[in-house]
């Protein structure tokens, strides 16, 4: 599924094994320092013997040969104890090198594993597969990004969603299989069972979701306490994720926090939720397509570029209090439901080059920033213009109040 690569901002390296020097540019300098001391404390005790009487002489010199090889002694100690001292060191760095080499090889062969069992024909190995990454990931911050990708990779493999009546009609299939006591035989596609495809493409998407979740919501007994969310320890910080021309089944990235993403050409099967999510990088969502509705409520955008460009939102969008920071484009951009943007921010010199509206019908609503103007064309549909106003929001339509995602 991928190359095995780690974040270059985490190093795994183990400590640097100094390789061993030669012994004998300071073994001769501690012979030498042995020698010098025995000589100089034998003559510094024998310097005064001429005047001393004979018998007397002879148990001086004994004792300065006894001082003398007791200093020689603790110089000998000394240099024995910085031998020792470097034979741990050794040591110590080759165990560490060891144990790293051997935890390298261990996540190598476990990430080859899980990534060798995405590619199997059962949906259970599959989701065991990611299941092994995901916990992989946890414990190798390193490897997060590169585990991601491979997650991303897995998401972008063609896929079409299994329409209802394919579903009944396998129930159906199982029932009449049970009654004729003989196995039944859903529908496939290159040898997988759509549903059960849809269901491990699920997985996948919440692992995603599970560790870009920035906080999660305050406990229930806590809630007297604090209405501060509590941090989420899952976090994994600084992931981009690419999911150009991914196929999204009830893709939930509420209060994540991520550097960029890319949804370019996305199919967004069922609702999809964005709100509270903060983007620190670029995002594209150009060419894709939301077959529900849509959630950017209270969704911060903080990267140079925002792209919207030729995105069909076929029911609701709502982007209430949604906040961006950089430029923001919508050229051709086609709404066909209800669009809220009220309390939006940011969107004073977005590009609206090309957008298309349906006809406003009475159960549609759409609230418009101030600063954009709704202005009918000659087949009945409509555009948007930038106004001079730079606050509030314009409405046309029904009600002005958004309904509820699902």
Not at 288 to 306: L, Y
């Amino acid at each position: 599924m991928g190359l095995l690569r780690r974040s270059p901002k985490q190093s795994t390296r183990p400590p640097e094994l100094r390789p061993l020097r030669s012994m004998w540019w300071w073994a001769l300098p501690a012979a030498l320092l042995v020698g010098a001391a025995l000589w100089g404390v034998s003559a510094w005790l024998l310097q005064d013997l001429d005047t001393v009487p004979t018998a007397e002489q002879i148990s001086a010199r004994i004792e300065a040969v006894r001082t003398a090889l007791a200093a020689g002694a603790g110089v000998g100690a000394a240099v024995t104890l910085l031998l020792a001292v470097r034979r741990q060191r050794h040591q110590e760095l080759a165990a560490a090198h060891t144990a790293h080499d051997a935890t390298e090889r261990r996540v190598t062969e476990l990430y080859t594993k899980a990534a060798d069992q995405l590619g199997s024909d059962q949906a259970p190995v599959r989701l065991a597969g990611l299941h092994a990454l995901e916990r992989l990931a946890q414990d190798t911050p390193a490897l997060r990004q590169t585990i991601v990708d491979v997650i991303c990779s897995y998401l972008r493999m063609p896929y079409t969603p299994p329409v209802e009546q394919d579903r009944h009609e396998d129930i159906r299939a199982a029932q009449r299989a049970a009654r004729a006591r003989r196995p039944a035989r859903p529908d496939t596609s290159g040898g997988r069972n759509l549903h059960e495809e849809g269901q491990v493409r699920r997985t996948a998407q919440h692992i995603l979701t599970a560790h870009l979740r920035y906080q999660d919501s305050p406990a229930p007994h806590r809630r007297w306490l604090s209405r501060q969310p509590d941090g989420n320890p899952r976090h994994w910080p600084d992931i981009w994720i690419d999911l150009t021309g991914a196929v999204l089944i009830d893709f939930d990235l509420r209060d994540c926090r991520l550097a960029s993403a890319w949804f370019g050409d996305a199919q967004f099967v069922h609702p999809a939720w964005f709100g509270g999510a903060t983007f620190t990088g670029s995002v594209r969502f150009g060419g894709a397509t939301f077959s529900s509705d849509v959630e950017f409520d209270q969704a911060t955008f903080i990267g140079r570029t925002t792209w919207f460009d030729q995105v069909t939102f076929a029911d609701g969008a709502q982007f209430g209090g949604t906040t961006f920071s950089g430029e923001v484009r919508f050229d051709q951009t086609t709404f066909a439901g209800g669009a809220w943007f009220n309390g939006a921010q940011g969107l004073q010199e977005a590009s609206l080059a090309g957008v298309r509206l349906t006809p406003v019908v009475d159960e549609v609503v759409r609230e418009w920033p101030s600063c954009w103007r709704a202005e009918r064309s000659a087949d009945g549909w409509q555009t948007l213009r930038l106004t001079a106003d730079a606050q509030g929001t314009s409405t046309t339509g029904g009600e002005q109040s958004p309904k509820p995602l699902a």
